[in-house]
């Protein structure tokens, strides 16, 4: 029964137990008061109101302070977990509030450095509240992210499933290979697949579901080598390695700023009509788009298209 009352209610329990908390552990109306930021009045209001709906005298008075009664011993361990309980629930709502302004968006690499930091700087200046989560990661871990509603947002290349996502194109990037200024492609005004063949590269790795395919298919495929050096994502040891002219490296053009070095340079891979992919901006189609995403798809939507 007396769980019950003190569980049953809202924000005026909540103040109620903790002024009875405050003036249980003082002992003190006046010491209670000061510590609450309120007034001796305020803090004795309160309690004979908790008093008269309980039923039950909770302290008696005397010129010294005030001595709990055995009610309100019994009381006590309940309202330290009832206003424990309020601080959680309090806790889980600014939780949500926080998540509601963030947007989480998984992306093929470094499509936030090709966006730049002006991109960064107005969206923040437009909507100071929303805060910008973008992951580096894989074609198919974004795919997979977003089905399975761990982000808000993937940007990745095609193809994938249609009816499960809105799809918004943002731009056509090509395949590009970057090397040494002195290495033997260099001399090349484009590269094609056949002059892979024999190559030394360095790959960003068999979860790139991307490029492995092309070379399984343009390159292997074809009885033609290479010989793949390492594969790595580390973006410091590939740039150590085109520095050094000890491989070539494949990725897309819009990513050609990352190697920005006099020793660096960059070809496009042209061959047989498969010269790059258009990347795509991807939402659940099966859910409904909230205003704080509505807001960032608008915002990138726009600053492609500028």
Same mark, same amino acid.
């Given at each position: 029964?007396?769980?019950?009352?003190?569980?049953?209610?809202?924000?005026?329990? &909540?103040?109620?137990?903790?002024?009875?908390?405050?003036?249980?552990?003082?002992?003190?109306?006046? $010491?209670?008061?000061?510590?609450?930021?309120?007034?001796?009045?305020?803090?004795?209001?309160?309690?004979?109101?908790?008093?008269?709906?309980?039923?039950?005298? !909770?302290?008696?008075?005397?010129?010294?302070?005030?001595?709990?009664?055995?009610?309100?011993?019994? !009381?006590?361990?309940?309202?330290?977990?009832?206003?424990?309980?309020?601080?959680?629930?309090?806790? !889980?709502?600014?939780?949500?509030?926080?998540?509601?302004?963030?947007?989480?968006?998984?992306?093929?690499?470094?499509?936030?450095?090709?966006?730049?930091?002006?991109?960064?700087?107005q969206f923040h200046q437009k909507y100071p509240q929303i805060i910008l989560?973008?992951?580096?990661?894989?074609?198919?871990?974004?795919?997979?992210?977003?089905?399975?509603?761990?982000?808000?947002?993937?940007?990745?290349?095609?193809?994938?499933?249609?009816?499960?996502?809105?799809?918004?194109?943002?731009?056509? &990037?090509?395949?590009? $290979?970057?090397?040494?200024?002195?290495?033997?492609?260099?001399?090349?005004?484009?590269?094609?697949?056949?002059?892979?063949?024999?190559?030394?590269?360095? &790959?960003?790795?068999?979860?790139?579901?991307?490029?492995?395919?092309?070379?399984?298919?343009?390159?292997?495929?074809?009885?033609?080598?290479?010989?793949?050096?390492?594969?790595?994502?580390?973006?410091?040891?590939?740039?150590?390695?085109?520095?050094?002219?000890?491989?070539?490296?494949?990725?897309?053009?819009?990513?050609?700023? !990352?190697?920005?070095?006099?020793?660096?340079?960059?070809?496009?891979?042209?061959?047989?009509?498969?010269?790059?992919?258009?990347?795509?901006?991807?939402?659940?189609?099966?859910?409904?788009?909230?205003? $704080?995403?509505?807001?960032?798809?608008?915002?990138?939507?726009?600053?492609?298209?500028?």
């Amino acid at each position: 029964m007396l769980y019950t009352k003190i569980i049953g209610g809202g924000a005026h329990e &909540s103040k109620q137990m903790q002024y009875f908390v405050t003036v249980y552990e003082t002992q003190n109306i006046q $010491v209670a008061a000061d510590q609450l930021f309120v007034t001796r009045q305020g803090v004795s209001k309160v309690i004979r109101l908790l008093e008269t709906e309980l039923g039950q005298a !909770l302290f008696t008075r005397s010129s010294k302070g005030v001595t709990p009664t055995d009610y309100a011993v019994a !009381l006590l361990p309940h309202a330290r977990q009832f206003l424990e309980a309020c601080t959680a629930i309090s806790g !889980l709502h600014t939780l949500a509030a926080q998540s509601h302004s963030v947007v989480t968006v998984y992306a093929i690499d470094h499509i936030l450095a090709f966006l730049g930091a002006d991109f960064v700087i107005q969206f923040h200046q437009k909507y100071p509240q929303i805060i910008l989560n973008v992951v580096d990661t894989t074609d198919d871990a974004a795919l997979s992210a977003l089905s399975a509603q761990q982000c808000n947002f993937a940007i990745v290349t095609g193809p994938f499933e249609q009816t499960q996502f809105q799809a918004d194109p943002l731009f056509y &990037s090509r395949y590009s $290979v970057i090397m040494n200024q002195q290495h033997p492609l260099a001399n090349k005004r484009h590269i094609t697949f056949a002059d892979l063949d024999g190559q030394t590269i360095v &790959s960003k790795g068999r979860a790139y579901s991307c490029f492995r395919n092309m070379i399984d298919k343009y390159v292997l495929g074809l009885n033609r080598k290479i010989h793949i050096l390492v594969e790595t994502t580390d973006e410091s040891v590939i740039r150590d390695l085109l520095i050094k002219n000890k491989a070539i490296y494949l990725g897309y053009d819009y990513m050609n700023t !990352l190697w920005s070095h006099p020793e660096v340079i960059s070809r496009p891979l042209v061959d047989s009509g498969h010269e790059g992919n258009t990347i795509y901006l991807l939402s659940n189609s099966q859910l409904r788009m909230t205003k $704080v995403n509505r807001y960032f798809r608008e915002f990138l939507l726009a600053w492609i298209a500028s």
